[in-house]
């Protein structure tokens, strides 16, 4: 009887674990394929050797359109000075996005290309849609110079945008201020992506 009952506590365990990371991803735009995530920062390290070439990568959401979700902007790490443009440019894969994924782990597949590329693309796109000229600066941009980002003392490793406890050792995060990120020389052409709560 007593195994019984730890089987079934185990099941049930199981079955919670299961349930909890299905409801907190929400997909985008096509369902992912590509099974290898090559970090953001490999990318951004050595553009020569992926421009052209359809990846599936992962990041931070950083900013966003406000106006359309047609654009995103995503940090390798919470506490990167260098941050990623992705493109939606397909209408049906638009990021129905507000400012409540902002922080949010993200993988995406999508093709990479240079930054002067995709404001070529995005600016013939936006005339094809009739969108006025503010539409590109229709951002969610942080106000001042720096921002703030939250490290545990004792696990540099670990950080967050909000005053969170250490998921190592529950001391609070103590608070840094760092310079907000200037965009990279690459950009993505997004066709699908997941949003997880946290990593
Ligand atoms: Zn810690």
Not at 38 to 43: H, R, S, V
Not at 134 to 140: N, Q
Not at 161 to 170: A, G, L, P, V
Request: charged share 25%; proline share 5%.
């Amino acid at each position: 009887m007593k195994k019984f009952a730890i089987s079934t506590l185990v099941i049930l365990l199981m079955v919670t674990v299961a349930t909890a990371g299905t409801t907190e991803d929400k997909h985008f735009g096509q369902p992912l394929t590509i099974e290898k995530v090559t970090p953001l920062k490999d990318i951004i390290a050595s553009p020569a050797d992926y421009v052209g070439k359809e990846v599936r990568t992962a990041g931070y959401i950083f900013e966003m359109c406000t106006s359309s979700g047609c654009w995103i902007g995503i940090l390798p790490s919470i506490d990167s000075e260098e941050i990623v443009k992705i493109s939606w440019m397909e209408t049906d894969v638009r990021f129905p996005i507000g400012e409540e994924t902002t922080g949010h782990y993200i993988e995406i597949q999508g093709e990479i290309i240079t930054a002067e590329q995709e404001e070529a693309d995005h600016e013939a796109h936006m005339e094809e849609e009739g969108m006025d000229a503010d539409h590109e600066h229709a951002e969610a941009a942080p106000e001042g110079t720096t921002r703030t980002v939250y490290t545990c003392p004792m696990h540099p490793d670990v950080q967050s945008e909000t005053r969170d406890r250490c998921s190592i050792c529950n001391m609070y995060l103590t608070p840094h201020e760092i310079a907000l990120p200037t965009y990279s020389a690459l950009a993505i052409t997004g066709i699908g992506a997941i949003v997880k709560e946290k990593k």
